[in-house]
């Protein structure tokens, strides 16, 4: 039986500030050394407005969650999997990222490879990982999922297709 893994690269598209008349583009994993991405896995991209950074995830190749970080005109690459000791992502997974502006904090949800919708958010400026599953007693992932901030209850939210 034959295994193929199927590999992608990450490049970014921007307009420059100057009257934004000139798209450019760039291979943001060779800039940074990060790992290639999963083909058919989803990104996400947030502003940081506490960081005045630009944030980008995306499942890498080994199933982890990788950041992307424009911050003081520099692109950098975390992994961020491996700095909380989560699980891996679901092959082909979902991600889906918001900032929380009353915890001032980054939320980054994904599936993982046993259907548990997982968070990693940013708290005293280390990521740290939750089961989000677990913790409401969720059904389990069988799809994508997105996630925003709701203004008028002032908290996060995150919405997926269930298994049930």
């Known amino acids: 039986m034959f295994r193929f893994l199927l590999v992608a690269l990450v490049f ?3 307009v420059t500030p100057a009257y934004a008349q000139y798209w450019q583009n760039a291979d943001l994993t060779a800039m940074t050394g990060g790992p290639r991405a ?10 940081a407005p506490l960081w005045n950074a630009m ?3 995306y499942l890498g190749y080994d199933r982890h969650v990788h950041e992307l970080v424009l911050s ?3 692109w950098q690459e975390a ?3 491996a700095m909380t000791g989560g699980p891996r992502a679901y092959p082909g997974g979902s991600i889906a990222i918001a900032y929380d502006p009353p915890r001032a904090t980054m939320r980054t949800h994904y599936v993982d ?10 708290s005293g400026g280390q990521w740290r990982e939750a089961d ?7 059904h389990l992932a069988a799809g994508p999922l997105d996630s925003a901030f709701d203004p008028r209850w002032s908290t996060p939210r995150t919405h997926y ?3 049930s």
């Open 12 to 14: 970014g598209l921007w």
């Open 38 to 47: 999963m083909y058919f896995s989803s990104m996400a991209s947030a502003p």
């Open 55 to 57: 944030r980008t995830h």
């Open 72 to 74: 003081g005109g520099r």
């Open 79 to 81: 992994d961020l999997t």
């Open 113 to 122: 490879e046993n259907k548990h919708v997982r968070e990693l958010f940013l």
């Open 132 to 138: 989000l599953t677990a913790l409401a007693g969720g």
């Open 161 to 163: 297709i269930c298994t």
